[in-house]
């Protein structure tokens, strides 16, 4: 593992959930190979983000954060260099970007793991389940999945169906393969069919 991955945190403190600021919240979009990355920070941490519209984006957060109102920005800093570096060919360049959520504490676990699978592979439900400290806990890590709001800094698109089928993913299917394809290709792994 590298020392990036151990750094990479989601922080879930009980003011980081929701946010405790009161600025506009920083908004950006990045195009990229499959679509538009809509990317939403407060104070330099991503609180949500996908391939979706901004608009989408900003429904899905906390009320409290939703309700500070938006900057539109062309730059993010160090967050749109990472994106624009793993657009490059850096797919590690995601990994150290602080990220924010709110969720419960498996949830935040899982994330967490979620953040630690090697760019080029892939972790079955049920791994991501055992990696964030409960086995039996296999549709939870499909939920945490489901319900990961800063996509693809938490790369839930690294988590597939035991046997390698891609299952679902919030941005579709064809977006989930491209980053499993462009992240494999640079990693220098090969993906099951």
């Known amino acids: 593992m590298s020392a990036a991955r151990t750094d990479a945190r989601t922080d879930a403190s009980p003011d980081a959930r929701t ?23 407060d104070d330099g941490v991503v609180v949500a983000s996908g391939f979706t519209s901004l608009e989408d984006q900003l429904d ?18 160090a967050v749109t260099d990472a994106v624009r570096a793993y657009l490059d060919g850096d797919v590690d360049a995601l990994d150290t970007v602080p990220v924010r959520q ?29 990696k964030a400290g409960n086995p039996a806990a296999v549709r939870a890590a499909g939920s945490a999945c489901a319900r990961n709001m800063v996509a693809p800094f938490v790369p839930c698109h690294r988590v597939v169906r035991t046997g390698g089928d891609l299952g ?17 290709r640079l990693a220098g792994f090969a993906l099951p069919v």
């Open 168 to 184: 679902g993913y919030y941005y579709g299917l064809a977006v989930k393969r491209w980053l499993l394809d462009h992240e494999a």
């Open 19 to 41: 946010g405790a600021g009161t600025a506009p919240l920083d908004v950006t979009e990045v195009p990229t190979p499959v679509g538009t990355l809509a990317i939403v920070t």
């Open 102 to 130: 709110p969720g419960g504490p498996f949830s935040q676990e899982a994330w967490q793991a979620m953040r630690t699978i090697p760019a080029g592979r892939t972790w079955s439900y049920a791994e991501l389940a055992t």
């Open 60 to 77: 899905r957060l906390p009320a409290e954060l939703a309700d500070r109102g938006v900057q539109r920005r062309d730059d993010l800093g």
